[in-house]
């Protein structure tokens, strides 16, 4: 029986092929061949407008970390927003970050771009995070009250819209990581969720 199409839906995912041009010659020489690899994108509606996303970071706002060691990180204060947690593939990653105090010297702030791959059934689902670009936004012992913008292109071939189905997800995650010199990371995680086509404005 011919199994009916009817119900299963169709994912926006990446969208990359490729072309091969070959050209026959003589006997004496070789032929000539050349690959070219294209993206086909097949526009969408504007998505909804989403708002800002602000944040707050300090010592008593970090995640997954022992109260016996929290002592132990520096006074610390960061703030900022991103400017969508929807974000469409076209357009940048925007948003900006202030270092407002730090008892501790500043080596690097960093922003990474993870994609987080679950798949599975009834019996159990297999999650693994995948690190796909890290770009550096500030080096060195940054000023204190100074407004750093976050700028980061999505890279094409190592990103599709995010997808949710019942055997398996597609998720994307920003994580903001701020370097010490005395070697401890302030790690800060943001969810996003990438469309393909703008983001409507208001």
């Known amino acids: 029986k011919k199994a009916s199409r009817k119900n299963v839906p169709n994912f926006k995912l990446t969208g990359d092929l490729s072309s091969a041009v070959c050209r026959k010659r003589g006997l ?14 097949v526009p969408s509606p504007k998505s909804a407008v989403s708002p800002k996303v602000p944040f707050t970071i300090t010592p008593e706002t970090l995640e997954n970390i022992k109260k016996a060691s929290r002592k132990n990180v520096p006074n610390f204060k960061l703030t900022g927003d991103l400017s969508s947690a929807v974000c469409s593939i076209e357009d940048p990653f925007t948003g900006n970050v202030v270092l407002e105090s730090s008892d501790a010297i500043i080596k690097s702030v960093e922003l990474q771009l993870v994609r987080v791959e679950t798949c599975g059934c009834a019996d159990g689902y297999a999650k693994e995070a995948t690190e796909i670009q890290n770009i550096q936004i500030a080096d060195g012992d940054i000023c204190r009250g100074l407004e750093i913008p976050i700028y980061m292109v999505f890279p094409r ?22 370097m010490l010199d005395d070697g401890h990371l302030i790690t800060e995680n943001f969810p996003i969720k990438l469309v393909r086509g703008g983001i409507a404005t208001k």
Request: aromatic letters at 12%; a negative charge; charged letters at 25%.
């Open 28 to 41: 004496l020489a070789k032929d000539v061949q050349r690959t070219l690899e294209f993206i086909i994108e």
């Open 157 to 178: 071939l190592f990103t599709c819209s995010t997808v949710a189905a019942k055997t398996f997800k597609i998720e994307f995650e920003v994580n903001l990581v701020v």
